[in-house]
């Protein structure tokens, strides 16, 4: 076998390995999106995160969510009014994805910046 076959195979190898791998690790904001829906989170905090009119009822969750750390151990051990979710019964995938998806959210623009509203 040449030097640069195996270099070649080496690379394609180390390639595979990556790629592999990435669904996996990188946080998906449409997949964190559709989690949001269906754990429920929305019934309390709005399909965006932005919190319900009734206070007790959902904090604002974005934009600016919670670091992942924090926004996890929130979750997780939660004791008042909203309830604690486990690993079972929320994979800690999917909470990373919900993380994502509350992370990708644009802050509303600065009204001064909207022509139609400074006339
Ligand atoms: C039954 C209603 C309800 C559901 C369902 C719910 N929450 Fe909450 N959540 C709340 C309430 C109420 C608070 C404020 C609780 C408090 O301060 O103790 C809260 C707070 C939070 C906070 C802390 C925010 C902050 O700034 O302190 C996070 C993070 C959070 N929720 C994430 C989630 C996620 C993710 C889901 C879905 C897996 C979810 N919640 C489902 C009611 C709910």
Avoid at 27 to 35: L, R, T
Avoid at 47 to 58: L, N, V
């Amino acid at each position: 076998m040449s030097r640069q076959f195996f270099r070649f195979a080496l690379a394609a190898f180390a390639a595979g390995v990556v790629l592999a791998h990435a669904p996996a690790l990188a946080a998906d904001a449409a997949k964190g999106k559709a989690a949001f829906m269906k754990y429920g989170c929305w019934q309390c905090h709005g399909t965006e995160g932005q919190g319900s009119a009734i206070t007790s009822a959902g904090k604002v969750l974005a934009p600016d969510p919670l670091p992942l750390e924090t926004f996890a151990a929130f979750v997780r051990s939660t004791d008042r009014a909203m309830p604690p979710y486990s690993e079972l019964a929320l994979p800690p995938a999917d909470l990373a994805d919900i993380h994502a998806y509350l992370s990708s959210i644009p802050k509303a623009k600065d009204y001064k910046t909207i022509p139609l509203l400074n006339q």
